[in-house]
């Protein structure tokens, strides 16, 4: 695969004083050093997205902000989310922005890491999130990244304080990577496929 890929982290805490963005900063510097791979943090906080209304592919008013975040999804080849456990599910705000949207996420991959402070890592939240990115028509990847007691294993800079977690972030991305090239060569070919059909 030559074509750089692109995966957009989305931060999904906007609690004052959250923590869930030193998960997402760390995942996002290790995910951008990868080869051939630009990432970008969507944070629902600076969206500041409304609750929604309707869709965006029906609004034709939509809030500021919202398109922008539909256009990153769409050229997104995948995603990773960062969100935090709130009451054994994941937050309310993702979940809007999620709704907002549904042809961008059609066949592409998701990574789900879960944020606690607590020493369960969000396992509950993320059982929840993956039910509903199958409803979007996205496809929730296997492997799990729950971190727990974030405020003692995560730096404010987003640095690790055991390594350990450097390696299994490792080993979730290769994952992440490699649902993300097969469906890309994928869509790839059937882009292919069309060219050659309208071509004739
Ligand atoms: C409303 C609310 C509910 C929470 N419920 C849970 C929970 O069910 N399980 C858990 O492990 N942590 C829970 N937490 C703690 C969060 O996981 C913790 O705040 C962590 O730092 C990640 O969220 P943050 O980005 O808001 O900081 C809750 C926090 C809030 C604000």
Redesign the pocket.
């Known amino acids: 695969m030559t074509e750089t890929l692109y995966l957009p982290v989305i931060v999904g ?1 906007t ?1 004052r ?5 030193r998960v997402a900063l760390f995942m996002h510097r290790r995910l951008a050093g990868r080869p051939g791979v630009e990432s970008r943090l969507l944070d629902l906080a600076e969206y500041a997205l409304p609750i929604m209304e309707e869709r965006l592919h029906k609004r034709e008013d939509p809030p500021p902000g919202l398109e922008e975040f539909g256009e990153q999804i769409r050229r997104a080849d995948a995603l990773l989310i960062v969100t ?6 994941y937050p309310g705000v993702l979940k809007n922005a999620l709704d907002y949207l549904l042809p961008q996420y059609r066949r592409k991959p998701v990574g789900i890491v879960t ?4 020493p ?3 396992l ?1 939240a993320l059982s929840q999130l993956r039910q509903v990115l199958l409803s979007l028509g996205a496809l929730p990847i296997p492997a799990r990244l729950p971190v727990e007691r ?2 003692s294993t995560f730096t404010a800079a987003g640095d690790a304080a055991d390594p350990a977690y450097e390696r299994r972030a490792d080993r979730f991305i290769d994952e992440l990577l490699w649902y993300t090239e097969a469906l890309a060569a994928r869509r790839a070919l059937d882009r292919d496929e069309q060219t050659d059909r309208h071509g004739r």
């Open positions: 805490s609690r004083g959250r923590q869930t963005p935090p456990e709130y009451n054994s599910g944020v606690s402070a607590g369960w890592g969000g509950s974030v405020d």
